[in-house]
Structures are given as C-alpha cells and as structure tokens.
C-alpha cells in the first residue's frame, strides 16, 4: 500500500470525456497523418467537444468482453466497484474507434484499396468483439470534394464502400487533405462525438437492463456497482444532470449495505468517491450550497464509522482526506467564479482535514508503537498477486470475502500488523503543516486574521513536534504579537511555553532568555512552582551555566540540546543581551518619573526610576543605568555595584541591587542640569536594567523612554479608573499603580528675583509722545550684573502695529518712521541689592486701537547649586495693553455770509469756513497753535489768524474758527475744488516744556465752486429806527462776459415806505456793476421784512429770486423810535 | 459525559476576555482559541452592521461560525461588549431562542455586574454571584418541561476594555468576554428532572 492510499484515485478526479481510439494513422513516418493527428489533440479549448482521443495501430488487441451473463441468480458479487473499471471505460474501451484509410474517389485501383479498408474494418471489428463499440471511416483524399451530389462517381463508390464495410453511410466521412484541415477536423469530431454518445446511451440502457435480474439480498454491492456505473456512463456522455442523480441514488444505495468491521472500508472508500462526485458535479452546476449539505451529510454519516479499534488512524485518514478533496474542490470552484464568505471558505475544510491528521497522528502513536522486535509480517499480507487490489476499499489478504466472520484470525492479525507498521512510516507532521497552511492561505484571503494566527500557533507547534525548531520559532514568534496586544494571557503562555522548548532544544540563548522573561512575567499565567523553575534556568544561564532540560521534551532531543549547551559554555566569552522591552512583557516592570514637570536650573534635577519584579523570587540586578537626549547627563545617572557572579543569589533581600517579588523599588537620582539647557526639554530615551555579569553574560532590558511594556498603557488606564482604595503600606513604600510616570522635564530659568513697574497715564493720543516710566528694583541679595531692557511693542501682534508704532528713549524730540517698534537690550548697568532705577521710554502710536507692550528685564546673577557655582541668567518681563484714541474731533462746514449752510459755492462770491475742534481726550489739551493753509484755488477775504492760540481744552470742551474765504472762478471741475488744510499745533495741558508739541493736519474736504450770471450785495445798516431814513445800496455786478438786460422791481411792503426806482430795466455791461440806491422809511418796530428786491435776467432765465436772496437780506431789525431824553442820557454816558 | 459548552467573547479595540469559563475544564485552551477566532466574525458582523439604527439594532449576532462539533454564537451590546458561547453541536435542545435569551439574561447579570461600584470596568471579572445568578436565569429560562435537556448550567463573564462614553457608542468600544458552561446533558437518570449542581 502506498502512503498515498487515501488518495482519490486519478481516474475519479478527472472529468470524463468520451473516448475515442484513431487507427491506421502512422504519425511518425507520415507527415500527412502527422498533421491530422496534431489538429485532433493540439490545441483543445474549451469550445471543442469533450472527447480524449488516442491513436492505436489498427490490429490493436482491446479489452475482451466477458460473455453475457444470462442470469444473476447463483451470481455472488465479490465486490463494488473493481479497481479498473473506471480507467478502462476512460481510457481502455472506446465508444468509437475511427478507421482512417487514404483512398481517393478517382483510385484507379479501386477495387483492391476497397477490400483492403474493408479488411481493416473487419480487424477492428473482431477485436471489439461483444462490445457495442462503433466503427467509423475517414477516408483521407487529397483532392478537395466536389459539391455532394455532383460527383457521381464518388457516390457510387461511397456506396459501394459502405457496403464493403458493413457501414452506415454515416460512418463513413472524407477529409481532403487541404488548407483547411482544422475546419474538417472540428466537423470530423462532432460527428465522433454523436457517435460516442450513442455509445454511452445504449451502454446506460445495457446497465439499466441488468436491474431486473437483481435480487436485494444477495445483489446489494450490484445495486450500487450499477447505479455508480450509470452515473459515470451518463458523465462520460457528459449528461451531468442525469449522472448527479444516479450518483446521488448510488450515495443512498451504499448506505444501505450492511455494514460490518469486515466491509467498512469499501463502504466508505464508495461512499467517498461516490460524493465527490456528487459535489464535484454540484459545484459544477454552481449549486455551491447543495454540495456542502452532501458533504454535511456525508460526513455527518460516516464520521461515527469507525470500523477496527486497531485501525482507527485509517479512519482519521480517510475523514482528513474527505476534508482535504471538499476544501480542493471548494478552492477550484473558486478559481472559476464562486465567491465564498468569511464563515464558508475552503479553510473550514482544510483545517478540519488538518484536525483528523492530527487525530490519525495521535491515534498512530498510540496503536502503532510496537517492540522493535516486533518484524513485519512475512509473507507481506498487504502484496497481491497482481499489485493492486481487485476492488476499491477491500484488505489485500481478504479480497472478495464477503462473509462477516473471519475465517483465519491469524491473517487478519498479520494484516492488521502490517498496516499498522506501515503506517509508522508515514510522516503525518508533513500532512499536517501543508493542510494547516492550506487553511492560513483560505483564512487570510478570507478576512479571519486570529483563526490565521491560531493555525499559524498549530503550524509551529506541528513543525515542534516534527523537530524542526527553526521553524516552529519562526511561526510562533510571528503570531505572538498578536496574541500580546489582544491581551490573550492564556494562550499567549501556551505559544511562549512551546517557543521556550524550542529555543532551550536549539540552545538559542538570546530567544531563551527573552521567552524566560516574558514567562516569568505578570503576563504569563504559569503556575508559581514553573515560574520558580524558569527562573532557576535563567539565573543558570546568566552564570554561564546550562539550564535543566523543559518538560515533555523528547528524551533525545534533550540529549542533542544538553551538548550544545555545553558548548555554549565553553565558547562563552561576553556576550551581552540587549533586549528592548516595549514590544513585550518581561518579569521587570519600570516607571521613570521626574518630581516636577519643570526645574529651574538653580535647583539640581531630581527623578526616581521604580522597579517592581513579577518572579516568584528576589532577583539581583547589577546595574541600572538612564540614557537622556541629551547624552552628558547619562553618566550621573548610573547605579552600579560591583557583585560577583556568585553572588547573584546571596544576600537577596538586602542591598539595594535587589528585587523583592511584588515591591516597588524607588531609586533616586538627581543631577545639576547644565545652563545652555534652559528652555529645553530632557527626556529620558530610554532605561536599562542589567542582570547578570557585564564582564561575562549579562541581559540588558531595556525600556524605552520613561518605562512601560507592551501591558503597561492598558493597565495604567485601568488603574486610573479604579475606585479600589489602596491598602497601607509602610513608610516609604508606593503601590505600583498610583506612580504615574513622567519622562520628560523641562529646565527652566531661575526665578527672577526683581521687581519692575510700569507708570503712564492711558489711554495714549494719536501721534502724541506717549510717556512710559519703567522702575526696576532689586531684590536679590547679591548684586546683579549686566541689567538690560527690551521695551516697546510686543512681537506677535498685527503686523500693520510695528509700521504704527514707534519707541525712543528721547521725548524731547518727535520721533519718525525709522524708530523701532521694539528696542532690544538696552543696557541700563548693575544694581546693587535694594537699589532700583528708572527708565523713561517715549511711544508714539500713529493708529488708534490697543496695543501690547512689553518690557522685559534681565540680568546675570551667580549663584550656588550642589557647591558648584553657576551663572544663572534671569529676567522678567511685564506687558500692557495701552489704548490710543484720537485727541480731537474736527468737524469743518461752509456757510455762507448769511451763516447758511452751502451745498456749494459761487465763484468769486465771499463765503465762511468755519472749524470746529471737539476734544476726546480725557486729559486736558492745550492749542499751541492753528493755522489754515489754503489751497492755491482759494483766496482769502481778510487776514487767516488763528482764534485759538494757547487755549486749554479740556474734555468735551470745544473751540470753533471761522474765516471768511472766497474762491476764483475755475471751470467747472470735476469733484469740487481743494480746499487746503487745517493744522493743530497741540500737546498735553499737563506736558511739560521740552516735550515737542504735535502737529496734526486735517485735509478740508473739496468743495463745489458754481459760476452765477449775476451777483448782487446789498448795503445797509445793520438795523433800522422806526421813522428814520434807512438809505439801502445794492450793487448788481455782471460776472458774465456778455451785456446783461435786466428787470429791476421792488415789491412794496407794509413795514416801509420808500424811495427809488420802483421798476427799471436796464443793461449792464460785462465786469461792470450798477448801484441801485433806495431809501427805506420804516413804519413799524420789530424784525421786518424789506421791501423784496425783483431781479429778472432776460438771458438766463434761471436765475431766479431765490437764489437772489442768498445773497441779499430779506429781513431787517427795525428798532423803535428813541427818545430825546434818552439820547441826550446815551450822550452823557 | 457530553462535551459541555464553553463560551467568551470579545471586543473590537482591546478584545481581551473579561472572563472565560468553560464547563467542563477540560482542554480548557482549545475553547480559548475558539473564542478569540470567532472574533473574527463579530468584527465583520461588527463592522457590517455600520453606525447606522445604532439604538434599534439586534443585539444578537446569532451563529458566528460552524465547527464539526460546537456551534459558536455571539451577542455584542451597544457599548461593544461581546459575549460569545460555545455550545456542543449535539445539543439540540438549545435552538436560537433559547441562545438568545441565555444572552439576555448573562447580559443582565453584565449590567449588574456594572453596577457594582466596586467592579472598575475593563477590569477581569470574578464573581461568584454572577455565576450563581447565571445558574438561577437559566433555571427560569427552561421550565422544567423543556429542561430535560439541561440538568445543571453555570456561566460567567468575561471582558476587555470599557469605555464609559457608552452613549456615544463608538465603534473602537470595549470588549467583554462571557462564558456560558454548561454541565453534563441528557443522562437518563435525570431525564425529565431540572436540578442545580
């Protein structure tokens, strides 16, 4: 038996296709045949018919056809299904066997070349003798055949030929031998194909004729030959449907034979085949779900039959094998289409297929551990005569025994011997592994990464068992991880436990020194008595001495790991073991922790690095040592102590080198930060714990950063959450858990011992110099040296601030745009303790809105730390918002003479600008001066003096100017005419003399200058007396370049009498003027109106009387008539 | 002895089992290794599940994954806490609704676990009360009349990581591990019989 025994026999595998035999081609000497031959076989694709085709000489001898059985009634079946009908229907007897001759319609030697194929056909004829095999001829012609019918010499002779033969005119085909062979060929082997399925047809029938003779009792196995045979003639004929149904009616039948120890094989190796065709079939009809239901089923009924106690493991082997062919078959299905899912992939399958491998593996070890004096049976039970078996499924020293009771126990007993001793030569790891990795690839594609890892951890233990260490390590150390970071204790102890085997076996120190560790740490669920033993070995390996061998190991294992340990010992030199712990969880926990977040260099760095040991017993350590970023620190940072070897063990629970199970060790460190560092971080990078010797075999562990391992975030979360209420402990002892780790400090600068005051008086004006008093007074108690300022506008603030924005030390004089924002360093000498000193600084802020200010001071101080004495650098700054607002308001109108508000001027016609100062500061401002510079389009009346020099204004207090301006006719342009400007010579009432004052000139807006035809003014008193005369002049002035016609009228009035020319027309010349004289009377006392004056412009009828009485007064103060006496009163006065 | 069924579970940040217990003790690791791969199958049911009707969702995960001889099921609450049993395929008197309501009940008694002020959350889980609350909800959820099946039945729980902000109910949630065991079934003697063991 080969180990391969479980195995579906190829035959089964295969897809059926009808076969058909070629005769009288002679493809190695013909070239013609040659190339027929090649269009047959070369190049099937899917599109041609199924059919496996085969050349054999014509004489060739096929298998002989037993004689038909009449009746089946003394007829005792000896088996199911021989082992050779499947091949011989596939490859043995063919449904077709094909005649070529080469024979041309136009032979002249026709006669002989037609009884020379006729012969031919009579050979193959005889040979197939019973057989319902059919005969074909192809006729190979080198000329091309003419359109049926029109050669009617070649139907005759076809005919004739047919009839020769014994053919059916369908049997007999003709292949010009031409440029389109391949085409003929793809006709020629469409006919063959129907020809084949009539084959398989009437062999179905033959089949199914056998059934009436059957009898239940005694023809159960030809119940089942039969069916299976039907299904596979129906496969071959390639009726997949048909063939599914009788092989499912075949899967029933095989389950109704009885079943006994003595047969239990053969029914299931039947039942076997018999679904894997029905779920190859079922896959093939994309019904995936039916397949696996027969396959559920399948398994559900074989699972519990056994069969021999003795040979159990063949069972294990058949079950893994039935697994194994469903995952293939699921896989294949795959590859063509059939999308699976996460819970239904061909994994499933393979790993429970590896599962019963196992389960063989197990069952072989126990049954098949014979003596090694037992020898294997002689003769060999498992050797037929002929080498393979007569039926599927039967025991080679019993074949076709159907009786249930064993006629010779001695046989059976040597064959029994003889398979279980073969089957200790199997190498069932190998089996395993490739089915477990089989399963890895289905799961990875298939999303389901801890059922990967899981048979990853089976894989590795497999490679374990099959003593391959490397490999086992490799793949238990991939999946550890995993196992690690999903908190997995349990079954992350179970992986380490079978990696420390390997590495101990392999005397892989640096593997089994790490996997030591995590053994004997708080993550491992070991038990304590196995913790102390890994410990034991590790403190041994650490004193260059062999560890005991692991439990359960193989006997010789330990022998080959014993020597190379020794020679391990005997090479040893140094070796020191780094192992970074972050990535796992060894049995020493680390916290690092600085007292405070920050130092300020004048105080020495302090920081306690905590130690706890999760192993069962105290352990030395011989040196702990803190690296930080930066370097120079790490050599204050180290604990050492000189301890020989030997005395790892001794004096365990004092010293402080020692680690007691369960406490927390504090261990203090401090050193005095260096001066360049201020402002800086320091970070510890990383911790590193030493065990064992440095000068011979040590392990470094080491925690990156402030501690902490692949547990320890988790369990920090944990315990900050934690309402437990932690235990007393004695003085001086910390729980674990309530340490929080810091790793990183910053050093600051010493504390500044000063004090700085800021005097002002806000909000600060526009452009004023803004007075700034900064007091710096000493505290300290030694003299400071090297005192520098840095005043002005704090950096960080709206860019546009620093172009605003101006600072000097000197008041006396305005500053302008090329003074800083912020001046730096100005030295301003030493101070002794208790002194102090002023500082005046000067701002000017051209905008208004808030602004920071900042004044910063420092200073060198010595100082004394630790007895080294250093210079510390210190400083402290002070910042202000200062606000700025506008001093003052101005607000310019024009009016006109008459003190109404203009929209516009009149060319060359007098008006007034009038000024209007409001002060918003809440100080009190002096007006040094005002000035009105005019624009060279406007002209003043009378002299521009200013009204308001040297008035105090104090808040909401305001000051008005008025001048009297006029402006020459222009043009019309376009937006108004400048005006000019308005300065403001002004300062603080409370500044003192030497600050400048400041000017601040405001633009007057344009205004409109209009041209009028005509202007009139008039002249008169500024009041009127009733009952005296009132003499009134207007003076009509042409601003025209044209003669003027004008209508003068005066409107009476009741207040007045008087004289003049009521009603004129006259002409007035360009740039001249005409003087209207009147004389008023008035009658009554009062505010009267006058006498309206009617001006009307022939040429411009838009000048009109309203716009007249802009210019002229329409009303008069009339007082009442005096008396003598009060004048000759007033006179005296 | 039938084989009796263990069970746990576990979440999606952190699934660490908050407890495990499997009845009987035997091959104790091989159930280990059962729960942590169906976690597989609740992530994807997880993750299928999307933020969508987070408040109407089913609780229950039903049949997480087939083997030859156990059926694994799954629950998983709002807060990502999973619960996973492993029951023994043969035991056909423990169909999907009964599955259901063990989960509801062992969920009850993860409440109230929860509500115990001493209990830090994500820490492992040992209690005894929930162990014999377990057994008493199980006797209430098989009346006698259907209880042939079951003679005596244990659990406990187990977890991961939890997360307070239950409310927000994210995704990287906490994980809980829970067990049901069950002890021996169907011995004839008892046949008909509910006892607690």
Known sequence: MSPTQWDFPVELCCRPMAFVTLTGLDVVYNAVHRAVWDAFCANRRADRVPISFKVL???????????????YEWYIPKGILKTGWMNKHLNLVPALVVVFYELDWDEPQWKEKQSECATRVEIVRQSLQGRNTKVAVVLIQKKTPLPPGEDVIASERAAALCNACELSGKSLFVLPHTDHLVGYIIRLENAFYEHAQTYYYTEIRRVK??????????????????????????????????????????????????????????????????????????????????????????????????????????????????????????????KLGLTAIQTQNPGFYYQQAAYYAQERKQLAKALCHHEPSVTYPSPDPLETQTGVLDFYGQRSWRQGILSFDLSDPEKEKAGILAVQLKERSVVHSEIIITLLSNAVAQFKKYKCPRMKSHLMVQMGEEYYYAKDYTKALKLLDYVMCDYRSEGWWTLLTSILTTALKCSYLMAQLKDYITYSLELLGRASTLKDDQKSRIEKNLINVLMNESPDPEP??????????????????????????????????????????????????????????????????????????????????????????ASKASEVLENLTQGKMCLVPGKTRKFLFKFVAKTEDVGKKIEITSVDLVLGNEAGRCVVLSWQGGGGDAASAQEALQASRSFKRRPKLAAGEVHWDSVVGQASTMIISRVPNISVHLRHDPPALTNEMYCLLVTVESHEKTPIRDVKLTAGLKPGQDANLTQKTHVTLHGTELCDESYPALLTDIPVGDLHPGEQLEKMLYIRCGTVGSRMFLVYVSYLINTTIEEKEIICKCHKDETVTIETVFPFDVAVKFVSTKFEHLERVYADIPFLLM???????????????SELRLAPSMMPVDQLESQLDKVVLQTGESASECFCLRCPSTGNVEGGVATGHYIISWKRTSATENIPAISTVITLPHVIVENIPLHVNADLPSFGRVRESLPVKYHLQNKTDLVQDVEVSVEPSDAFMFSGLKQIRLRILPGTEQEMLYNFYPLMAGYQQLPSLNINLLRFPNFTNQLLRRFIPTSIFVKPQGRLVDDASIAAV | MAVPLPGDKTVVAQNYPLYIRSVPTESELKFHYMVHTSLDVVDEKISAMGKALVDQRELYLGLLYPTEDYKVYGYVTNSKVKFVMVVDSSNTALRDNEIRSMFRKLHNSYTDVMCNPFYNPGDRIQS??????????????????????????????????????????????????????????????????????
Not at chain 1, 265 to 291: S, V, W
Not at chain 1, 620 to 629: D, E, G, I
Not at chain 1, 915 to 929: E, Q, R
């Open chain 1, 57 to 71: 000489p014509g004489d060739h001898e096929y298998p002989k056809c037993r004689p038909k059985r009449t009746s």
């Open chain 1, 209 to 334: 004729s056998h059934k009436e003779f059957l009898n239940k009792t005694t023809h159960q196995l030809l119940f089942v030959r039969h069916q299976f045979k039907i299904a596979f003639f129906s496969e071959l004929k390639q009726d997949t449907q048909n063939a599914l149904k009788n092989y499912r009616t075949a899967y029933n039948l095989v389950h109704e034979l009885r079943a006994h120890e003595t047969n239990i094989l053969e029914i299931k190796t039947m039942a076997g085949f018999i679904n894997y065709k029905i779920c190859r079939l079922c896959f093939q009809h994309n019904t995936p779900l039916d397949a696996i239901a027969q396959f559920r089923k399948h398994v559900d009924l074989c699972k519990k039959k056994i069969g021999s106690a003795e040979l159990s493991f063949e069972h294990a082997a058949w079950m893994s094998k039935q697994f194994q062919a469903f995952g293939d078959l699921f896989d294949e299905a795959i």
């Open chain 1, 552 to 641: 359960d190991c193989d006997i010789l294992a330990v022998k080959t790991a014993q020597k190379l340990w020794a020679d391990r010992i005997s090479l040893a030199g140094s070796n020191v073991f780094t192992i970074g712990v972050q990535d796992f969880v060894p049995f020493v926990q680390c916290k690092a922790k600085f007292h405070a977040p920050s130092f300020h260099v004048d105080v020495p760095v302090q920081f306690d690095i905590y130690l706890k040991a999760d192993c069962p017993h105290p352990i030395r350590f011989s040196k702990l040592c803190v690296s930080f970023n930066n370097q120079e620190y790490n050599q204050f940072c180290v604990i050492e102590e």
């Open chain 1, 915 to 929: 000024t209007d100062v409001l002060s918003a500061s809440p100080w009190a401002l002096t007006v040094i001066s």
């Open chain 2, 128 to 197: 005894r009360t929930l162990v014999v609350l377990g057994t008493m909800t199980r006797q209430k959820t098989l009346p006698p009349s259907q209880g042939q099946a079951v003679t005596a039945c244990k659990w406990a729980v187990l977890g991961g990581t939890w997360r307070r902000e239950i409310s927000k109910g994210d995704s990287a949630g906490s994980s809980f591990i829970f067990s049901l065991l069950q002890g021996p079934t169907r011995t004839p003697d008892h046949k008909g019989s509910v006892s607690l063991a």
